[in-house]
């Protein structure tokens, strides 16, 4: 199985929590704080760990790492029956984010962890066109990614014509919908769309949703980073959902 780094303390942390196959744990000589909390899960968990040089943990990941990485067996996709069966497990109308074509791992993994936060069962993404999981967005998610199912689909309208089929109501974020986001219904079994970041929704999905929403902004700037519009919209369905 290809190996996959788990990068930060956030992330590492929770993947030991969650059980994942690692295989390594690389930690720079001099790391204190939450430092102290992994090498306890490793040591329970029997998970090798090295002391090193900052240089060399540099050169494993470019970007910032927090004095910990971990390798490991990279997260497995769930399918879209798991994801139901969650819902299902829980007694909940399912509630499913599915991403069209985004592209930015940094926005992914937020929307991962704000999923997880807002009781969301799965996230969904097109299996080209799309930013995968990798390790960057393990690292952005803060160990969200060990929680939220996320599956891959090879067709995005047909996988929204099967949930149609289910009575599940499908809810597209897009900027210049005529109803805002607060106005509408979202309580029930629901799948919200967040479009690309720059191009927004493809037109087949656009025309999949049974509604448009849009987040009303007063300021110079007329668009929301995707994570954050997405952050908005699961916290408004979060609410309608428990009141």
Not at 99 to 116: H, V, W
């Amino acid at each position: 199985m290809e190996e996959n780094l788990i990068v930060g303390r956030n992330a590492v942390t929770e993947a030991l929590k969650a059980g994942r196959n690692i295989s390594k744990i690389f930690i720079a000589q001099g790391s204190e704080g939450s430092i102290k909390k992994i090498l306890a899960l490793a040591e329970e968990r029997k998970i090798f760990y090295e002391f090193t040089n900052t240089a060399k943990l540099d050169k494993l990941f470019s970007g910032r790492h927090q004095g910990v990485i971990a390798i490991a067996a990279p997260v497995a996709y769930s399918t879209l029956e798991e994801i139901l069966k969650l819902a299902e497990s829980k007694n909940e109308p399912p509630f499913i984010i599915l991403l069209d074509e985004l592209e930015d791992p940094q926005n992914f993994g937020a929307i991962l962890r704000t999923a997880d936060a807002a009781g969301v069962h799965g996230v969904i993404i097109p299996q080209r066109r799309s930013v995968s999981l990798n390790s960057t967005v393990a690292k952005i998610s803060a160990g969200a990614v060990e929680y939220v199912k996320v599956a891959q689909v090879v067709n995005v309208a047909q996988t929204l014509k099967k949930f149609c089929e289910m009575d599940l109501k499908i809810v597209g974020s897009d900027m210049n919908a005529s109803t805002n986001f607060y106005q509408t219904d979202l309580t029930g079994g629901i799948v919200l769309v967040i479009g690309n970041e720059g191009k927004g929704m493809r037109r087949l999905t656009r025309e999949s949703c049974d509604v448009l929403v849009k987040i009303p902004m007063a300021g110079k700037i007329n668009s929301l980073n995707a994570s954050a519009a997405a952050a908005i919209l699961m916290y408004e369905i979060f609410h309608q959902r428990n009141n």
